[in-house]
């Protein structure tokens, strides 16, 4: 079975940074896509960002370009979201999800675009 697994998260004040990884197993990882998705309290799940298969292309909500940064590293079946000045806003439980096909940013920008998810770890940023 596919298993994805993040961890990385925890609580930071307002300006710090963290990074967060995903490791995934049960399936051929250099050829799915991974996104990167947060759900804040009180709100629906919402994009962050996405990576395509061999990291030739990314995508970013608008509101974490320029702060945060997603990366992989295909021998470790592994991708990574660096979080940088971070807000309160960005308090929220980030899932990692995995997708089979080629990239289409529209496509991975999406919920839908993904077959399967992590658990989740929880960023809390103080203000």
């Known amino acids: 079975q596919v298993q994805l697994v993040e961890s990385g998260g925890g609580l930071v004040q307002d300006g710090d940074s963290l990074r967060l990884s995903c490791t995934a197993s049960g399936l051929t990882f250099s050829g799915a896509v991974m996104g990167w998705f947060r759900q804040g309290p009180g709100k629906e799940r919402e994009f962050v960002a996405a990576?395509?298969?061999?990291?030739?292309?990314?995508a970013y909500a608008d509101s974490v370009k320029g702060r945060f940064t997603i990366s992989r590293d295909n021998p470790k079946n592994t991708v990574y979201l660096r979080l940088n000045n971070l807000k309160p806003e960005d308090t929220a439980v980030y899932y990692c999800a995995a997708a089979l096909g080629y990239f289409r940013r529209d496509y991975h920008s999406k919920q839908g675009g993904y077959a399967y998810w992590g658990q989740g770890t929880q960023v809390t940023v103080s203000s």
């Open positions: 990576i395509s298969t061999g990291s030739g292309s990314t």
